[in-house]
Structure formats: C-alpha cells, structure tokens
C-alpha cells in the first residue's frame, strides 16, 4: 500500500487499529478486501502482507456482526523465509510452519520486497 492508495481511509476503525499494531513501521504493506466470505467467518475479510524492519507479517482480519475481531496474524523473522516464488499465477511465500513449511500466497510487490533479502 502506499500513502496514494485509498483502501486505507474506508478501513473500519478496529481494523485499521489491528494492523497498525502489527505494520506501523513497514516498508511496503499490501492490504486486500473480499467481501461476502461463509460462516463461521466474518463477512468482510482483509489479507494484509507486510514487510517491516527484519519481519514479513502476514494478517487475515475481519469484522463480525457483533463488531468483535477476527484476527490470524503470523510474523517471521525475513531470514526464516525459506523460499519467494513468482510466476504467472501469482507469488508464494514459504515459511516454516508448526508441522513443516507454509506456503503463504502474496502480491507481486511483496514478494519481490522479500525476493530482495
């Protein structure tokens, strides 16, 4: 995200407060909206991907019915990333995981920030 994308000023206020706690200080921040997701889950989601200081942060966020937070956030060190992939389908994100490697699905610009480390 940069300052000129807009997505950042429609974010409700508990949202925007979840990811300034886990991002303030990123580099480059990507956040995604979809709508209309199935229960048990919230109906407005937000991925967020972030590379700040020494960490790639990576957010599922939604906002429920009764205004509580739905959040998943999952931060590593950039030196645990195992693996940036990039081809025509898209850009992947291996990382370890509590029973082996992730792979987390990430923007362009994202993972040529980590491609870079």
Known sequence: MTIADRTWDHLPAPIHARI?????????????????????MPKDLWTVDAVAGDRFV?????LREDG?????????LLTDVTDVSVDGSGSIVTVPGPSGPESI?????????????
């Open 68 to 76: 509580s937070v739905f959040e998943e956030t999952r931060t590593c």
């Open 58 to 62: 990576h957010q599922e966020l939604g």
């Open 20 to 40: 300034m706690a886990a991002t303030a200080h990123a580099r480059i921040r990507r956040i995604e909206h979809r709508a209309g997701s199935e229960p048990p």
């Open 105 to 117: 699905a990430v923007s362009d610009p994202i993972a040529a920030a980590l491609h870079r480390h």
